[in-house]
């Protein structure tokens, strides 16, 4: 993707000892790079907050990892921010988060215009409170002519439910007879799957050193580096957007062959 270089090296002037944009090869950015965010609670209950705070202080970094996205013209952005599970939280903070999407996203519009993100939702909408849902569609309407990075959110997502999903569909294609048995190939399940048209992701950056996947992109993942930092999702900021692409840069991605001579 196209990125203005004058703004790209303002945003990432100053930068910390051990990285900067200068270590990055623009010709090997990864298209889509996926963020499983993690220890907002964590963030907060070491401050003595509320785990509330921790996702509230969350927002700040997503919006800079959004526009530091842009400006080093990744094509797809995308971020779990509420799983098929995370019903079981105290709903006090399901509450919360789900006002705090629906705010946020109202909020944020304008810089999404104003950089030209066309947004995205992975998950089952249907269940999310009417706020959310309608906000979510306002986002997608108001969004959909915009031609630059996309950036998709997954909200009451889990892959075990996309899969099974994607497989509902394809057997009632079948049982319709709009499609043969045979005609189920590895390539036809992706546009069965909320990513569809999407590039599968090239990195996955988990924070707060937990190492598992926790039910997100199980199929499209089959390929991708994965960054695991310590950092907590509230402290994750533009430098450690670019130290995790320096690290997928210095990989050798063989897909099951053999690196290229
Ligand atoms: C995981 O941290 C984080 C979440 C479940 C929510 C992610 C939400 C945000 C970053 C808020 C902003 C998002 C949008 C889309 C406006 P955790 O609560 O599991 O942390 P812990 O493991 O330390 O308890």
Known sequence: ??????????????????????????????????????????????????????????????????TASVRLGIDVLSAYAFSTENWKRPQHEV????????????????????????????????????????????GLDETKDNTGMTFALAVNYGARAEIARAARIIAERVRDGKLAVDDITPELMPRCLYTHGLPDPDLLIRTS??????????????????????????????????????????RSRRFGGVAAR
């Open 209 to 250: 050193g937990e190492l598992r996947l926790s039910n997100y992109l199980l199929w499209q993942l089959a390929y991708t580096e994965l960054y695991v930092t310590d950092t907590l999702w509230p402290d994750f900021d533009r430098w450690d957007l670019l130290r995790a692409i320096h690290s997928y840069q210095g």
């Open 1 to 66: 993707m196209q990125t203005d270089i004058t703004r790209q090296r303002a945003y990432f002037a100053d930068a910390p000892g051990d990285v900067s944009l200068g270590a990055i090869d623009a010709a090997r950015m990864p298209a889509h790079v996926s963020i499983i965010m993690d220890g907002n609670g964590r963030w907060a209950q070491a401050r003595g907050l509320d785990r509330s705070s921790g996702h509230v202080a969350g927002v700040d970094s997503l919006k800079e990892t959004v």
């Open 95 to 138: 509450d919360l988060l789900m006002h705090l999407f629906a705010t946020t996203l109202i909020e944020e519009l304008p810089l999404f215009h104003q950089e030209n993100v066309r947004l995205r939702f992975f998950g089952d909408l249907t269940a999310l409170p009417r706020e959310t849902f309608e906000v979510f569609q306002r």
